[in-house]
């Protein structure tokens, strides 16, 4: 080899190792987060909690990690949103509902039957209405990171198996404590009543409600089937579970600290949603073994139960926001081929 070759091969390698020694190196600070959930730990939304510590524990060579607190021991979904703000819970994954009054744009989730499929629910979470909504975060003190599913929502009560819209009537059904759910559940004839999520159960058991309405893994997880005799796949409304971060704690991070965190919350969805609908079709199975009555309502039936609740979207524009609702739609409309 002449001298000129190696003279040149050495200066190669001395270039690249002066590139490796000059590349900065991650700079990850010592972080333990902790993130508050009104579920039981046995919900699938500890799939994504488990899924996206371990990506920071791995990616930040162990200096950062999530503390997962489940069934509202830092206060019910609306408190621990209220507590992240403010900054003295650094994370809540939490019910659209409890952040639907603080921006109208997850209000939309709210509306019936707005979703067809997992597929139209998978493109919008993490599609353009995704960073449409995380875009109006910040103003609120909030950094949303992902989102997650609890999912489908299906009904259960303890006094008939529902096979038609009129059996819904006079049933005293447990909603959320939001407009949208009581105008849905009043317009099928149902008494809805507002309560926090922790009360459920008692009210369930003592007969001050006779019904709820949740999906399957939380109905399973909850122990409904205890109280309740009769479930009804109505998947009358769907359900998403934002992951968010308070902007004070997010706006503390460095920059490789923040690219891990909403690198870890996004990946950490597929582990979270995977769980999620697994769990759902073994939870139907289940709460038949536990006793459960499970009915489905005829294709007319259901017809009939969207027709009675079309109202509930005009109703719902000034809580929503009519432009918030146009852009949903115009995705929804693109997935769909209109």
């Known amino acids: 080899m002449s001298k000129s070759i190696i003279k040149s091969s050495m200066l190669a390698l001395l270039a690249t190792g002066a590139l490796a020694v000059s590349a900065p190196a991650a700079d990850y600070g010592s972080h333990t987060f902790k993130v508050s959930n009104g579920a039981s730990q046995d919900h699938p939304v500890s799939a994504g909690v488990n899924a996206m510590s371990a990506c920071l524990e791995q990616g930040s060579g162990s200096k950062m990690k999530l503390?997962?607190?489940?069934?509202?021991?830092?206060?019910?979904?609306?408190?621990?949103?209220?507590s992240v703000r403010s900054g003295s819970i650094e994370m809540v994954v939490t019910g659209a509902a409890a952040i639907g009054g603080i921006e109208p744009a997850m209000s939309v989730f709210e509306l019936p039957f707005m979703f067809a499929s997992d597929e139209?629910?998978?493109?919008?979470?993490?599609?353009?209405?995704?960073?449409?909504?995380?875009?109006?975060?910040?103003?609120?003190?909030?950094?949303?990171?992902?989102?997650?599913?609890?999912?489908?929502?299906?009904?259960?009560?303890?006094?008939?198996?529902?096979?038609a819209v009129s059996d819904f009537e006079g049933l005293n059904f447990r909603v959320m404590q939001n407009p949208i759910f009581l105008d849905t559940f009043r317009r099928l004839g149902a008494n809805p009543v507002p309560m926090a999520f922790g009360e459920v159960f008692t009210a369930?058991?003592?007969?001050?409600?006779?019904?709820?309405?949740?999906?399957?893994?939380?109905?399973?997880?909850?122990?409904?089937f205890e109280v309740q005799k009769y479930l009804t796949m109505t998947r009358h409304a769907y359900s998403p579970t934002p992951v968010l971060m308070a902007k004070t704690v997010w706006d503390e991070l460095n920059a490789d600290e923040q690219a891990l965190v909403q690198d870890c919350a996004a990946s950490a969805r597929n582990a979270q949603v995977a769980k999620s609908r697994a769990v759902t079709t073994q939870a139907q199975i289940e709460l038949q073994e536990e006793g459960m009555e499970v009915s489905e309502l005829s294709?007319?039936?259901?017809?009939?139960?969207?027709?009675?609740?079309?109202?509930?979207?005009?109703?719902?524009?000034?809580?929503?926001?009519?432009e918030n609702f146009e852009a949903l739609m115009t995705e929804l409309n693109t997935l769909r081929g209109k």
């Open 120 to 163: 139209e629910v998978d493109a919008i979470m993490t599609g353009p209405y995704f960073d449409y909504v995380a875009g109006k975060m910040p103003e609120h003190g909030l950094v949303m990171l992902s989102i997650w599913e609890n999912g489908f929502r299906n009904a259960t009560n303890a006094k008939r198996a529902i096979h």
């Open 67 to 82: 503390r997962g607190f489940y069934n509202g021991q830092l206060g019910d979904d609306a408190e621990a949103t209220q």
């Open 299 to 322: 294709a007319e039936e259901m017809d009939k139960l969207r027709s009675l609740v079309a109202p509930v979207y005009e109703a719902s524009m000034e809580t929503v926001g009519k």
């Open 204 to 224: 369930l058991e003592t007969g001050a409600v006779d019904g709820q309405e949740n999906p399957l893994p939380l109905i399973k997880a909850s122990k409904f």
